[in-house]
């Protein structure tokens, strides 16, 4: 097989960042209902979104109760995009 032929399955979590009153930033995605990070950065949320996103998909299944958010095949190279922050 091609490198470039090389495919994977995984989901495209956009990710919705507001800080708080009491300054932490609380993270929510339009394609995974229930999905809510509460971190003490900007950096921490994105770091720990796909994490708990995972855990979140995994308790929905074992309760019978199917993601909104679709499983989707990526073919390589993918691209994506990184936030860096000053």
């Known amino acids: 097989?091609?490198?470039?032929?090389?495919e994977t399955s995984g989901y495209?979590?956009?990710?919705?960042?507001?800080?708080?009153e009491d300054g932490s930033y609380m993270a929510t995605s339009p394609n995974l209902n229930g999905l809510l990070v509460l971190a003490d950065s900007v950096e921490e949320a994105v770091r720990l979104a796909p994490s708990i996103a995972k855990e979140l998909i995994a308790a929905m299944?074992?309760?019978g109760v199917e993601p909104t958010v679709k499983n989707e095949i990526f073919h390589f190279p993918v691209k994506t995009e990184a936030l860096l922050f000053a």
């Open 1 to 6: 097989m091609d490198k470039n032929e090389f």
């Open 12 to 20: 495209r979590l956009p990710l919705n960042i507001e800080q708080m």
């Open 61 to 63: 299944r074992e309760m």
